[in-house]
């Protein structure tokens, strides 16, 4: 009882309990609760290897991932952070299979483990919002477009995705009951409508720096020419950054870390100042 008070649980994670003690498959839910302890060491190594810290947790039946209401992270990272927690199932499945050529008594202790942590390697490959593979879309996407768009893709794929599930449990009411897939669903309008209960990393002293009567400032010329990923790249994690960019014409415009952030909310990372409106 005291670790479920520390640890908060997204409401959608009951409901798969729920399911699962029903069902009589206590055992399988065991087996689920190792899978996702495998796919968040992955987000976790890949992140802390990047110079990110986990601020905010949720148990969730979806991974834990960078949050996207704060731009403070380069698409890239976003790619290999999101991808890392389903290759950790596929490579933790992978292991446990090549157990079964050495030892072949433990195929049946461990084949549901495989069944799970594939499954829920490949449903969190799935391109929607929460989910890591709609995290990998606006990561890849965020180099092309606004990432407020690439997100609002993703939600849109995710309604998609349940309108899918949705037939496939009617159907399978007449065929072949499957109430798994109806699980589906909530899980997938549940990442999209609890916004507020979602796991996020944030870079490590980087934007959250805490701000004295006296500190340190890096001060920086640049030209238009410069991109926002390269601005993002100068930032000094000890100093607070302020950018000063200067146009053809010799017009010199300040720019603060929290500008640069906000205009890669609204822009690709791969613009140019010199192609926004910025000096007028």
Not at 71 to 77: A, C, E, P, V, Y
Not at 122 to 136: C, M, S
Request: glycine share 6%; charged share 15%; aromatic share 14%.
């Amino acid at each position: 009882m005291r670790l479920l008070k520390k640890v908060p649980i997204h409401p959608t994670f009951y409901l798969i309990f729920l399911w699962f003690l029903i069902s009589g498959q206590g055992l399988v839910f065991c087996v689920l609760l190792l899978s996702l302890l495998f796919h968040e060491l992955g987000h976790y190594l890949v992140a802390k290897k990047l110079k990110y810290k986990l601020s905010s947790f949720y148990l969730a039946p979806y991974g834990v991932a960078l949050n996207y209401k704060e731009g403070r992270f380069l698409s890239s990272d976003e790619v290999k952070i999101a991808l890392a927690g389903p290759c950790a199932n596929f490579i933790s499945s992978i292991f446990v299979i090549a157990l079964w050529w050495i030892f072949p008594a433990v195929f049946s202790l461990t084949h549901s483990f495989v069944e799970v942590s594939l499954t829920l390697g490949l449903f969190n490959l799935l391109p929607a919002y929460p989910l890591d593979g709609g995290r990998v879309v606006v990561g890849l996407l965020g180099e092309r477009i606004s990432r407020k768009k690439a997100l609002n893709l993703t939600i849109w794929l995710n309604v998609c995705f349940c309108f899918m599930f949705a037939v496939a449990f009617v159907i399978s009411c007449f065929v072949n009951y499957n109430p798994f897939l109806a699980l589906m669903v909530v899980f997938l309008l549940g990442g999209i409508l609890e916004t507020k209960m979602e796991g996020k990393y944030q870079t490590i002293n980087l934007f959250d720096k805490k701000i004295k009567n006296f500190s340190n400032v890096k001060m920086l010329a640049i030209m238009e020419d410069v991109t926002l990923a390269e601005m993002i790249k100068a930032i000094d994690c000890a100093k607070l950054t302020i950018f000063f960019v200067v146009s053809k014409n010799g017009k010199t415009k300040m720019l603060t870390e929290k500008k640069v952030l906000s205009l890669c909310m609204t822009h690709p990372i791969t613009t140019k100042i010199k192609d926004i409106d910025f000096f007028h």
